[in-house]
């Protein structure tokens, strides 16, 4: 089952790196909107059990997209500082 999970998972985010690779910024264009928030928060999530270089190593555009938003959207260190620490203190118990 986790397998097939993975495997949907690897196709969405393909698919996504594809999407990405036409030339466009952002999902929709060269501003960010609401659908770029939504997937990056995703994708955050899903970097608290699978490894963020694992999920973006090999998703060049992916990856850039990923780092991107924080810098663009304004507040969003702020917003999300708590997740960050958190998402920090689990990663330093796993260690």
Same mark, same amino acid.
């Given at each position: 089952m986790y397998a097939e999970a993975r495997k949907k998972l690897n196709a969405a985010l $393909?698919? +996504? !790196?594809?999407?990405?690779?036409?030339?466009?910024p952002y999902l929709a264009g060269s501003d960010v909107t609401i659908a $770029? +928030?939504? #997937?990056? +928060? +995703?994708?955050?999530? #899903?970097?608290?059990?699978i $490894? !963020? !270089?694992? #999920?973006?190593?090999?998703?060049?555009? #992916?990856?850039s997209w990923y780092h991107d938003i924080p810098k663009?959207?304004?507040h969003w260190n702020e917003v999300n500082s708590a997740f960050y620490a958190w998402k920090a203190s689990r990663k330093e118990t796993k260690q």
């Amino acid at each position: 089952m986790y397998a097939e999970a993975r495997k949907k998972l690897n196709a969405a985010l $393909d698919h +996504l !790196e594809a999407h990405l690779a036409k030339g466009h910024p952002y999902l929709a264009g060269s501003d960010v909107t609401i659908a $770029d +928030l939504a #997937l990056v +928060l +995703l994708v955050l999530m #899903l970097s608290v059990v699978i $490894d !963020e !270089e694992d #999920l973006l190593s090999s998703r060049r555009h #992916l990856a850039s997209w990923y780092h991107d938003i924080p810098k663009v959207v304004p507040h969003w260190n702020e917003v999300n500082s708590a997740f960050y620490a958190w998402k920090a203190s689990r990663k330093e118990t796993k260690q």
